[in-house]
């Protein structure tokens, strides 16, 4: 400004600013933030689906190693009445009396 001679003693006016149109596009980085965000909820969504099917995918996996393991129950149950006989008939087991007697 001191320059062109205007200095602290000039004066001078802005005489008129018309602003006939004003053309507002697209907020580009307010949109690209939109379309990170959009992204970023696809993703947390995504990864939340994987968690819950591998949660049901473990759950099944638990249900059927109880069933494994139910079915081992009824075997080793099935087997006590069997050695049972067993010791009887070889005389280790004896019906009533002194199971746990030292003299015969």
Request: glycine share 6%.
């Amino acid at each position: 400004m001191l320059d062109k001679g205007l200095d602290s003693q000039t004066a001078y006016e802005i005489v008129s600013i018309d602003i006939a149109d004003i053309d507002v596009g697209d907020n580009v980085g307010a949109r690209l933030q939109a379309d990170q965000a959009a992204a970023d909820k696809r993703i947390a969504q995504a990864k939340a689906e994987e968690r819950r099917a591998h949660a049901v995918a473990q759950e099944q996996d638990m249900k059927a190693l109880v069933q494994e393991n139910r079915a081992k129950v009824v075997l080793a149950e099935a087997e006590v009445p069997m050695a049972m006989a067993a010791a009887f008939r070889a005389g280790n087991l004896r019906a009533g009396g002194n199971q746990g007697s030292a003299t015969p």
